[in-house]
């Protein structure tokens, strides 16, 4: 009970992740029990730079075990972020800052989104990859949006 107590009080002080607007998903495995195995695809804002839309796609593991969230996700991500708007700054940029986080397992697991800004080169890059406790994952997928100006509406 001591363990349980102490998982969901770690659990709490974890973070909130940043919400994502699911936009459409794929079946990959049907499942007799419990949902099936599917590609995710979410768009997330950058919350400190306006202008900026990333789409995630990712596994999420299905059956009992998913359809009860204590099934273990994939590691493997995709990601595109894009300019959708004049890019403004709501603050000063930190590198490898996190910009999203989900949980990818009950305790362990998470996969993140990081930026970071090439000055040289007038570009903001993000990086995914998940990561856990004791092992994460070498599997990344990166984005770069070059910051260009944005045409005024007529």
């Known amino acids: 009970m001591r363990l349980l107590t102490g998982l969901l009080g770690a659990l709490a002080l974890l973070p909130a992740a940043l919400m994502a607007e699911e936009i459409g998903e794929v079946s990959t495995v049907f499942k007799m029990i419990g949902p099936n195995d599917k590609i995710v695809v979410e768009a997330?804002?950058?919350?400190?730079?306006?202008?900026?839309?990333?789409?995630?796609?990712?596994?999420?593991?299905?059956?009992?075990?998913?359809?009860?969230?204590?099934?273990?996700?994939?590691?493997?991500?995709?990601l595109a972020c894009r300019q959708v708007g004049p890019i403004s700054f709501a603050g000063k940029l930190k590198e490898g800052e996190e910009v999203f986080r989900e949980?990818?397992?009950?305790?362990?697991?998470?996969?993140?989104?990081?930026?970071?800004?090439?000055?040289?080169r007038n570009t903001l890059v993000y990086l995914v990859y998940s990561d856990r406790v004791i092992e994460g994952s070498p599997q990344n997928a990166v984005t770069a949006i070059p910051i260009l100006p944005w045409p005024k509406a007529q």
Do not use: H, I, N
Request: net charge positive; proline share 2%.
């Open 44 to 78: 997330f804002d950058d919350p400190k730079v306006q202008g900026v839309t990333c789409y995630l796609s990712r596994a999420k593991t299905g059956g009992v075990k998913g359809g009860l969230g204590l099934a273990e996700d994939r590691a493997e991500a995709s």
């Open 103 to 120: 949980r990818t397992s009950l305790v362990f697991k998470t996969m993140q989104v990081v930026r970071f800004f090439d000055q040289k």
